[in-house]
């Protein structure tokens, strides 16, 4: 089992920067990053593969976000925030790796309570 905690979140204008971290309290085998704007579904944004140092992107996501990994914190970098990125973010998790997409909720064993993104024109 693992368990993931998020933190970075806050208010920002827009044109701003943000770095999310979660810390997670065990090897993993992939971890992602989410997010969930109030009234829409939870979307996916990047992965890592720790084993290669493999990352992934959403292609609507590419460009302003990074993900990476350190140690037993995995960051995402957000950069020129928009009001539109104001959503709830979460990590994700899965102990060992398996088939399937990333990009769907269901691929993902363990989640993090998320944090707060808004962003203010």
């Known amino acids: 089992q693992v368990q993931l905690v998020e933190s970075g979140g806050g208010s920002v204008q827009a044109g701003g920067s943000l770095t999310l971290s979660c810390v997670f309290t065990?090897?993993?085998?992939?971890m992602g990053w989410f997010r969930q704007a109030p009234g829409k579904e939870r979307e996916g944004i990047a992965a890592i593969y720790p084993i290669g140092a493999a990352t992934y992107y959403a292609d609507s996501m590419e460009g302003r976000f990074t993900i990476s990994q350190e140690e037993k914190t995995m960051y995402l970098q957000i950069r020129s925030l928009k009001p539109e990125d104001t959503a709830m973010y979460y990590c994700a998790a899965n102990l060992r790796l398996k088939g399937g997409n990333w990009r769907e909720v269901s691929y993902w064993d363990y989640w993090g309570r998320g944090t707060q993104v808004t962003v203010s024109s």
């Open positions: 065990a090897a993993t085998g992939c």
